[in-house]
């Protein structure tokens, strides 16, 4: 069985770390944004825009969603520590690796301390708690859109959390702020460890391309490429 919880963390970079910076080391490993994609339960990417970041081939440094999502990160990070004076917070702080398998990283929105131990922090925002297509459950219940779901159990493994909290922010409802939390599944770190490991390896350092997805994502950039995706789009809403 994959080990599913990390042999320790390791501090890679510090929060305050210039972006290019951040980008270039980034693209050395798997991340906890890449790792939905990789399994094929991301909305927005798929394995091959990961694979094509990972081997130098992609020049990508965010978009719309990305930018205004990182403006009001601060600010909703913020609104999490109001809620959670019970908690010692610390904000950013930085990029980790798991010091067996250096490949296997994160970079953090927010780390706390509190009654159950380590606890990993995800912020968001997103268009609306309603979206058909995110599924958002209910606030207070562990109920998140699975590609965010992958992102806090992958960081919890390296980071030896035992729970995760996002805060999200509804961008059509910016009065309702909400929460969710959950525990940290070793069983489902299990099956993304092996998966991220198999791309890892047998694509990623064996420069071999993945198929395409057909994702919008994609798809944009192949026919700015000349290239037609191989597969039909989907849209997924369990782990494959």
């Keep these: 069985m994959t080990t599913a919880i990390t042999a320790g963390p390791v501090l890679v970079l510090p929060g305050d770390t210039p972006r290019d910076v951040w980008l270039a080391e980034r693209r050395k490993g798997v991340g906890a944004s890449d790792v939905a994609a990789i399994v094929g339960v991301s909305l927005y990417q798929g394995p091959l825009r990961v694979w094509l970041d990972k081997t130098g081939q992609l020049n990508w440094d ?4 990305t930018k205004w999502g ?3 990160e601060d600010d909703v990070l913020d609104e999490f ?16 690796a798991d010091a067996a398998e250096p490949w296997r990283r994160v ?4 780390l706390a301390t509190g009654d159950d131990g380590l606890e990993v922090i995800e912020i968001k925002t997103g268009q609306s708690r309603h979206s058909t297509e995110e599924q958002w459950g209910e606030p207070g219940t562990d109920q998140i859109p699975l590609m965010y779901l992958c992102q806090v159990t992958w960081a919890c493994a390296i980071m030896g959390a035992r729970r995760w909290r996002v805060g999200f922010l509804p961008l059509d409802d910016l009065e309702n702020y909400c929460e969710y939390t959950g525990m940290f599944s070793a069983e489902l770190a299990a ?3 092996a998966r991220t490991a198999a791309f890892w390896t047998g694509n990623v350092l064996a420069g071999i391309e993945p198929s395409a997805d057909g994702l919008p994502d ?3 950039w192949l026919e700015g490429h000349h290239r037609v995706p191989r597969t039909d789009k989907g849209t997924p809403r369990e782990l494959p």
């Design 62 to 65: 965010g978009n719309a969603a």
């Design 70 to 72: 990182s403006r009001f």
């Design 81 to 96: 520590i109001d809620h959670h004076p019970e908690l010692v917070i610390a904000r950013s702080p930085g990029m980790y």
């Design 107 to 110: 970079s953090l929105d927010g």
């Design 191 to 193: 099956r993304l460890h």
């Design 218 to 220: 994609t798809t944009q």
